[in-house]
């Protein structure tokens, strides 16, 4: 692992509210996953983006609002997962 992403974890898995770097997108072997891992990069979840989750929904904790650049994207866990962040301190 690099050391740049040493600490990093799922964007599913960041707290509400805190913020974020994009240190990694994990591309999956699945064909639709990757599919989905793509868009993602289009939407601009990129390495060196700041995000955050601004919020989570109520009853099963999805979807989770995920705030990137000036947008806001509703983001199911199993989408975030893909996403590798690291913690701001």
Known sequence: MEQENMGAIGLDRLPEDQWATVSDVTVPTDATDRG?????LELGFVPGERVRVVREGRTVREPLAVRVGHTTFALRRHEAAFIRVIPAE
């Open 36 to 40: 989905l891992v793509l868009r993602l």
